[in-house]
C-alpha cells in the first residue's frame, strides 16, 4: 500500500502525530501503524489498580483519528529501507510513504545485574494493556508487594495497591523518595502522606537480588537485609526503544535516544522523531535530557506533524522544561523546570521564595486546602523552576509556571500579571500563593 505520512508507534504522541499531520494537510494520506488494538493512557496506568477499576476505563480513544479520516493498521514495523521509503510490517506486508514520524517509545528498565528477574510474580509497569490486564490479576491474591524505585510511578502504583488491600513497601536506593524531581521540604511532605495512608518505605537503601524457587519469596536488601515478598514491581525507569530507529541508521545519541533537530528531523531527510524514543535537550542548560513525559511527548507530536512539508520557525520544540505533578490521596504536588538542588548544582545564581496560603476565598470551603509555591528565580530575576503542593488545583497551576519558564517570564511579569479569580474556584487575588511567592523572591533580589 502507499501512504503520503506513516507514523509507527501509536500512544499518545504518535496519536497527537497523525491528527497534527491530518489536520493540517487534510490532502494527505495518513496511517498510523501500532501493534496494541487499544492503546492505554500512558499517566493513568498506576490508577488502574484502583481508581478507575479497569484499563477499559484508561484507553486512548481513536474517534478524533478516525473522524479525522487517519488510517489506523495493526501489527509491527520490523524493518525500515529509509532509501526506498518502504516500511515491512510483520505480518509480511509493505508499506510506501513519503514522509516518516518514529515514535516507538520507551520500555521499563530491568537491571542485568539483578539476579530474580525472570521469577513468576515479577513484574513492570509497561503501555501494554495485555500485560497490565495479566498483571492485575495475578496481584489480586498476592498480599505482600514490594515496589523498587520511589519515582512517579512506583510512588503512584504503591498508593493504588495498599489503597486495594494490599501490603506495600517501597525500596528507593535514593535518600528521598520523588528525590529527581522535588526539593526536600517537599519531598518529605510527600513522604508523610505516603506513610499515613499506609505505605512503608525505606530509602538510602538498594535491592541486591529477588528471593525465590520459580516464584518469588522475597528481597535482599543492602547489608544483607531480607524482607518477605509475594510479588516484586521493579518501578526503575524507562528506556528509549530505538531498536528500529537503530534498524534505519537513524543516529543514535549517547543516551539511547535518537537524535533530533529543534524540527524532530532525524539525520535522514523525510524521517522525523517524537516522544521517548527521541532526543531530548534541557529546555534551560542545553544538557542531553532523559525526562520522558506525555507532555513533552504531545509537543513534539505537533512540532513534527507541523514540520512535515515545510519549516514553520514558531512551530519549534525548544527542549524539555519538565513538567511533573502528582497526587498522594487528595494532596497534590508539582514541579516544572530546576528544583533549588538542581539549579544550584548547574551553576546557577538563585534565589528561592516560598509562599502557603489558601486555594479559596474565603477558606473555610469544606474542600479547601492549603496550597504552597515555591519559585526559584535567577539572579536577573528569570524564573527558573517552581514547586507546587496542595489540591486538585496544584496541576494546573504548575501548568502555568512551565508557561513562564517556557516563555521566559521575570519576577516582575509576575508581580503585574492579571488574574482571573472566583471564591470556589481559586486563591484570594490578595493573597494568591504564585503572586506572594513572586513578592518574597522580589524582595531577596532587592537585597542582592
Not at 496544584?394 to 472566583?422: C, P, R, S, W, Y
Amino acid at each position: 500500500m502507499k501512504t503520503d505520512v506513516l507514523v509507527i508507534g501509536g500512544s499518545a504522541a504518535g496519536l497527537v502525530a497523525a491528527t497534527t499531520a491530518k489536520s493540517n494537510h487534510p490532502d494527505k494520506k495518513v496511517t498510523l501503524v501500532r501493534k496494541e488494538e487499544k492503546v492505554m493512557i500512558p499517566c493513568g496506568i498506576p490508577y488502574i489498580f484502583s481508581t478507575v477499576g479497569t484499563s477499559e476505563k484508561n484507553i486512548l480513544p481513536d474517534a478524533g483519528l478516525n473522524q479525522l479520516g487517519v488510517e489506523i493498521k495493526f501489527g509491527e514495523v520490523t524493518d525500515v529501507d529509509t532509501d526506498k521509503k518502504i516500511a515491512k510490517v510483520k505480518n509480511g506486508e509493505e508499506i510506501e510513504y513519503d514522509k516518516l514520524i518514529l515514535g516507538t517509545g520507551s520500555r521499563p528498565v530491568v537491571p542485568g545485574w539483578l539476579k530474580g528477574t525472570e521469577l513468576a510474580n515479577v513484574f513492570t509497569i509497561p503501555k501494554d494493556k495485555l500485560y497490565l490486564d495479566d498483571t492485575k490479576e495475578k496481584l489480586k491474591n498476592l498480599k505482600k508487594i514490594v515496589i523498587v524505585g520511589a519515582g512517579f510511578i512506583g510512588v503512584e502504583t504503591a498508593d493504588e495497591l495498599q489503597s486495594n488491600g494490599h501490603e506495600v513497601t517501597i525500596v528507593e536506593i535514593m535518600p528521598r523518595i520523588l528525590g529527581l524531581a522535588f526539593d526536600e521540604e517537599f519531598a518529605a511532605a510527600a513522604l508523610e502522606k505516603l506513610t499515613a495512608r499506609g505505605v512503608a518505605v525505606k530509602t538510602g537503601m538498594a535491592i541486591r537480588e529477588i528471593l525465590g524457587d520459580g516464584k518469588v519469596a522475597g528481597v535482599k536488601l543492602d547489608g544483607g537485609e531480607t524482607m518477605e515478598a509475594d510479588a516484586v514491581i521493579l518501578a526503575l525507569g524507562y528506556a528509549p526503544n530505538s531498536d528500529l530507529a537503530k534498524k534505519m541508521g537513524l543516529e543514535v545519541n549517547e543516551l539511547g535516544f535518537v537524535k533530533a533537530d529543534q524540527y524532530k528531523r532525524t539525520s535522514k531527510k523525510d524521517h522525523f522523531v517524537i516522544g521517548d524514543c527521541s532526543e531530548k535537550r534541557d529546555f534551560l542548560t542545553g544538557k542531553l535530557s532523559r525526562i520522558m513525559l506525555a507532555s513533552a511527548a504531545c509537543a513534539e507530536a505537533r512540532v513534527a506533524g507541523l514540520n512535515l512539508y515545510s519549516l514553520s520557525t514558531v512551530s519549534t520544540f525548544r527542549g524539555t522544561i519538565g513538567i511533573y505533578s502528582t497526587c498522594v490521596g487528595d494532596t497534590a504536588y508539582g514541579v516544572a523546570g530546576l528544583n533549588e538542588v538542581s539549579a544550584r548544582n548547574e551553576g546557577f545564581d538563585i534565589v528561592t521564595g516560598s509562599f502557603t496560603g489558601i486555594d479559596t476565598h474565603p477558606g473555610c470551603m469544606a474542600y479547601s486546602q492549603k496550597q504552597t509555591v515555591k519559585l526559584i528565580v535567577s539572579k536577573c530575576g528569570a524564573i527558573l523552576g517552581g514547586e507546587t503542593m496542595g489540591g486538585r488545583s496544584v496541576g494546573e497551576l504548575t501548568n502555568v509556571i512551565g508557561f513562564a519558564i517556557q516563555n521566559k517570564m521575570t519576577v516582575n511579569d509576575l508581580l503585574v500579571a492579571q488574574i482571573g479569580t472566583h471564591p470556589m474556584l481559586t486563591a484570594s487575588p490578595a493573597g494568591y500563593p504564585l503572586i506572594k511567592a513572586a513578592e518574597v523572591v522580589a524582595k531577596e533580589l532587592r537585597k542582592k
